[in-house]
């Protein structure tokens, strides 16, 4: 029987031989693997001028040993955006100056990028970054994937249709209807504070015995 006939029977009997790296009864170890992630809010809103804050958090793996050097950026617009703020070198983009505020230390896996002042051109995605490091796997870097997208509301001072009482009208006097035989022994009296509702004035129809009297 050649060769090619005895390939189909031998074949299992391959399969089931224990390879190499298992005859000593131990699977082969796996590299070890920097586990990582960023959460931040998917969405967030605040008034124009206004503040908002954004807040992040971290992890990586637990057998990292000894972390240092941390550094945490924000991105601006994209993933690949401009970096707006950087802690080491110390960073902060023109269109915020004097208007952000990372609250976070070092040691911390969970902090919070504040913005105030906020302007409409605020609107955007905003991206945490973290680089370190670590004692077993060296230097990392990661950063959020979706980032969180910002959006800018009107605020209520700026609607001009708002009513003000400053602008409400008194409400008119009403009419007072006095028989005519009671106001003409009124004016007989030489009142100073009563006068007939006629001179400049339009005077509402007047009922048969009736006069409009209005105060002077």
Not at 10 to 37: I, N
Not at 152 to 174: F, G, K, M, V, Y
Request: charged share 15%; with cysteine.
């Amino acid at each position: 029987m050649g060769l090619p006939l005895l390939l189909p029977l031998l074949l299992p009997l391959l399969l089931l031989l224990p390879p190499a790296s298992l005859q000593g009864g131990e699977w082969p170890k796996l590299p070890a693997r920097f586990d990582y992630g960023m959460n931040q809010p998917t969405q967030l809103s605040a008034p124009e001028g206004g503040s908002i804050r954004i807040p992040f958090f971290f992890y990586y793996s637990q057998d990292s040993g000894s972390v240092s050097n941390v550094i945490i950026s924000w991105r601006w617009k994209h993933f690949h955006g401009d970096f707006i703020y950087k802690t080491t070198p110390r960073l902060i983009h023109k269109n915020f100056e004097n208007r952000l505020l990372l609250n976070w230390e070092e040691g911390m896996k969970n902090g919070s990028l504040q913005i105030s002042n906020l302007r409409r051109e605020d609107e955007g995605l905003y991206f945490c970054q973290v680089e370190m490091i670590t004692e077993k796997y060296g230097e990392q870097e990661w950063q959020s994937i979706q980032g969180t997208e910002l959006t800018i509301t009107h605020s209520e001072s700026s609607c001009p249709n708002r009513p003000s009482a400053l602008h409400s009208q008194p409400p008119s006097p009403p009419h007072l209807l006095f028989p005519t035989s009671v106001l003409s022994t009124l004016l007989a009296s030489h009142s100073p504070h009563l006068s007939l509702g006629c001179s400049s004035h339009t005077v509402p129809p007047v009922q048969p015995g009736l006069a409009p009297l209005s105060w002077s």
